[in-house]
């Protein structure tokens, strides 16, 4: 069953020492490559889009299989699909430090993320841990501000990547999927934090 985006993480909130890697750097994911027009509704991204997305597409069956997508359901995922990049990524690899500027938005195919935010006015530091089927990276990328946390890979991770470049390639190509793409990000954003603030 799926899980909708609200329960996508599980905030904890812990007083930190340390614990992130000593090196000064963030991971460079490799540039994403240009879509491709061949598409195989079993490979992913496709069916991680699905998970993820799945709850707030509209015009869809309650089966949730990529077969049984409506068209217009159908045809966003696939032309948004080629945007993402594969990219494997090591436990305890740090994928950006806060106020680093941001380089795309990602999907968590399998493995977990664990951001850390830092707040002058706070005494604890907050953490949060993204698991499968879960977005990380999507409001800075999507405000292209600079990142609100710090963000470290908890376990050896499967992720995909949709970096700047690609979601301008997105909007110039398919600005209608863009636009979809986008407004489904926020929403999921806002659900996710209502829920988050449910919890305290």
Same mark, same amino acid.
């Given at each position: ?10 905030t ?15 991971? &460079? ?11 195989? $509704? *079993? ?7 699905? &998970? ?16 049984s ?11 948004? /699909?080629?945007f993402f ?5 090591s436990? *305890?690899?740090?994928?950006?430090? &806060? ?15 664990? /951001?850390?935010?830092s707040?002058? *006015?706070?005494?604890?530091?907050? &953490? ?19 990142? *609100? ?17 690609a979601?301008e390639?997105?909007e110039?190509? $398919?600005?209608?999927? /863009? ?9 999921g ?12």
């Open positions: 069953m799926l899980k909708p985006v609200a329960t996508r993480c599980q904890v909130r812990l007083a930190m020492k340390s614990g992130f890697p000593p090196d000064n750097t963030a991971y &460079q994911a490799p540039a994403s490559p240009s879509p491709s027009a061949d598409t195989d $509704h *079993n490979a992913q991204p496709l069916p991680l889009l699905l &998970q993820t997305l799945g709850p707030y597409l509209a015009n869809m069956t309650s089966t949730l299989s990529l077969p997508l409506s068209d217009e359901s159908y045809d966003f995922l696939t032309d948004l /699909a080629p990049t594969r990219i494997e990524v436990s *305890n690899t740090v994928l950006w430090r &806060q106020s680093d500027s941001p380089d795309g938005l990602y999907l968590i195919e399998s493995g977990s993320l664990r /951001a850390t935010y707040y002058d *006015n706070h005494t604890r530091e907050v &953490q949060e841990t993204m698991v499968a089927g879960t977005i990380a990276g999507d409001l800075s990328t999507l405000s292209n501000t600079a990142r *609100n946390a710090t963000t470290v890979a908890e376990r050896d991770c499967v992720l995909w990547r949709i970096d700047l470049e979601l390639r997105l110039k190509e $398919h600005p209608a999927t /863009a636009r979809r793409f986008t407004r489904i990000v926020l929403k954003m806002s659900i996710a934090h209502m829920s988050v603030r449910a919890d305290v």
